[in-house]
């Protein structure tokens, strides 16, 4: 199919977007209900295994955050008094996440979805600027919508770096790298988004002198660990401590950890990510090779992925 025939006209880009806010919206609604609906039940007998299971993953991410805050930023790659779980942000999330560290949990939890909500429909209002392919639209909203779903049910981080990925290429569009590095660098406290520069020069958009807008601004932030080089050795030793396992089942180990590398959640960026390479592809027919195969394998991946999580999470 020629490009031509897939491009959007303007009102078709709009009932799309609209229809993407308003799945968005549902999730956002229904969700929350959830949340209110677990906590009446939270003193219910455990032989209710669905609600409990339900209950004790509901909004997992944002608590663990949370409690890792208790240690403060001198300490905060000790191990916690209140959870079993170790910091694996680079030590700057801190100093971000602390807004809703000083406001009680049952508020400061609402105004993450508050936020989460504005940021995602900010996205999809202005991603038609870049993108004009049905196609690319649609599977874009896909990817990101099966990313909020599991994003907000755990409440993770991952709406944050979708809009500083999404403002990065923005800004690196109008030709304003600066920026552009400053948004990368600040997205980095999950560190697996170091390859993004790398990304944009394996499809041409910058050269290999240009990483100095991205790698200095990093640099910079990093300085710390160079400064305190215990602070980078804890926070190493959490990345491995933290994919440890504790079944008995090797089988099962290896699956947990591929788990906690790949997440239906991280969609929301790595849609982002996929939709900057599509782009800049200009053989039509490569881009429909290459975009179908990213798909469907990112598809299978994290979708089946998901539902094995869930399988086991019921047997074990």
């Not at 100093?95 to 560290?101: A, D, E, G, L």
């Not at 600040?186 to 790398?198: E, G, M, N, S």
Request: net charge positive; hydrophobic share 55%; with cysteine.
């Amino acid at each position: 199919m020629k490009s031509n025939e897939l491009t959007l006209s303007k009102e078709k880009r709009e009932s799309y977007i609209l229809f993407y806010i308003l799945i968005i919206i549902l999730i956002t609604v229904v969700l929350i209900a959830f949340r209110i609906i677990f906590f009446f039940f939270q003193d219910e007998p455990q032989s209710l295994f669905i609600i409990d299971l339900l209950m004790r993953n509901r909004d997992l991410n944002f608590k663990t955050n949370y409690d890792l805050m208790h240690n403060g930023i001198i300490n905060y790659y000790e191990e916690n008094p209140l959870i079993s779980d170790l910091a694996i942000y680079l030590y700057f999330w801190y100093f971000i996440f602390y807004p809703f560290y000083i406001i009680p949990l049952e508020i400061s939890v609402y105004v993450w979805d508050l936020l989460r909500i504005i940021s995602t429909i900010y996205i999809a209002i202005n991603i038609s600027k870049i993108i004009k392919n049905r196609r690319d639209l649609l599977f874009f909203f896909l990817f990101s919508g099966i990313g909020y779903f599991a994003d907000m049910y755990l409440n993770n981080t991952n709406w944050i770096i979708q809009l500083l990925l999404y403002e990065s290429y923005i800004q690196l569009e109008k030709n304003n790298k600066f920026l552009s590095g400053i948004f990368f660098t600040f997205c980095t406290f999950k560190i697996i988004l170091i390859i993004f520069p790398f990304v944009l020069i394996l499809i041409k958009k910058i050269k290999g002198k240009d990483l100095i807008f991205y790698f200095l601004p990093f640099f910079i932030i990093c300085i710390p660990y160079i400064i305190f080089s215990g602070y980078f050795s804890m926070m190493v030793s959490n990345w491995f401590q933290s994919i440890e396992t504790t079944t008995g089942f090797s089988i099962i180990n290896i699956f947990l950890i591929f788990w906690r590398v790949i997440q239906p959640a991280q969609l929301m960026f790595l849609s982002v990510i996929i939709i900057i390479i599509l782009l800049n592809i200009k053989d039509e027919k490569k881009k429909t090779r290459i975009g179908s195969l990213i798909y469907i394998v990112v598809s299978i991946l994290w979708i089946l992925i998901w539902l094995i999580f869930l399988g086991l999470a019921l047997l074990i």
